[in-house]
């Protein structure tokens, strides 16, 4: 079974611009759950995504949005980027969703904004 | 607000030693409480997960937990450290409130030869 492919791994932006993340979950898992990895801040909580309905959020901008589409598949987009949004952004799958299930994760992509 | 604080972001151990990571959570006993480890340049994996079922858990690769309620703790243990185990260990909780998933901030385990 293959497992959660986010993509793509590295990305390199300038400030203001816009960029989107791509997170395929593992088959039949119908939750996804975006995270916010840096050194300073550590693993954040972005927003978990349920059969295409938004199901949690965490303490983000606006700037911040995701989306789930019918396939389970997920994309989050950062607009307006800023020099503190380097980070490394981890997605996670899982059958039902957090609590309850055990969450798989992606390798992520590491994005760094100049 | 539910928080979780893992003591030490770096810990180092030799091989064959007793591994401990701690990991405090704030006092509102959680639903749920997990240990990942992440190697670098790769995701979180789960190495166990409490779901009040027992009190102590056992994780993969030989490691286990046990909640304290008295203590507020649930720290990761493992009886003899192996070069592998080196990685960033996080506990997480989840949210009473909201069901949202906390995590610390982290510690790396160094193992030394």
């Known amino acids: 079974k293959a497992g959660v492919t986010q993509t793509p791994r590295y990305l390199i932006k300038t400030r203001g611009q816009q960029v989107t993340l791509s997170c395929s979950p593992i088959?039949?898992?119908?939750?996804v759950s975006w995270y916010q990895q840096t050194p300073g801040q550590g693993l954040q909580f972005l927003f978990e995504?349920?059969?295409?309905?938004?199901?949690n959020k965490g303490n983000f901008p606006g700037r911040f949005s995701g989306r789930q589409f019918s396939n389970s598949r997920s994309e989050m987009n950062v607009s307006t980027l800023e020099l503190g949004d380097s980070a490394l952004y981890l997605c996670?799958?899982?059958?039902?969703?957090?609590?309850?299930?055990?969450?798989?994760f992606g390798a992520g992509t590491r994005l760094s904004v100049l | 607000a539910q928080s979780v604080t893992q003591l030490g972001s770096h810990v180092s151990v030799s091989e064959g030693a007793l591994v401990l990571l701690r990991c405090n959570y704030s006092?509102?006993?959680?639903?749920?409480l997990f240990w990942y480890v992440q190697y670098p340049n790769q995701g979180l994996q789960l190495l166990l997960k409490?779901?009040?079922?027992?009190?102590l858990v056992k994780g993969i690769n030989g490691f286990e937990a046990e909640f304290k309620k008295s203590e507020t703790s649930f720290h990761l243990t493992k009886p003899s450290a192996h070069m592998s185990d080196a990685a960033e260990y996080f506990c997480a909780v989840i949210s009473n409130r909201d069901d949202k998933i906390i995590f610390g901030k982290g510690t790396r385990l160094h193992i030394l030869p």
């Open positions: 409490y779901t009040s079922a027992a009190t």
């Open positions: 088959s039949g898992h119908r939750s």
């Open positions: 996670a799958s899982s059958l039902v969703g957090q609590g309850a299930d055990i969450q798989y």
């Open positions: 006092s509102s006993v959680p639903p749920y």
């Open positions: 995504y349920f059969s295409e309905t938004q199901r």
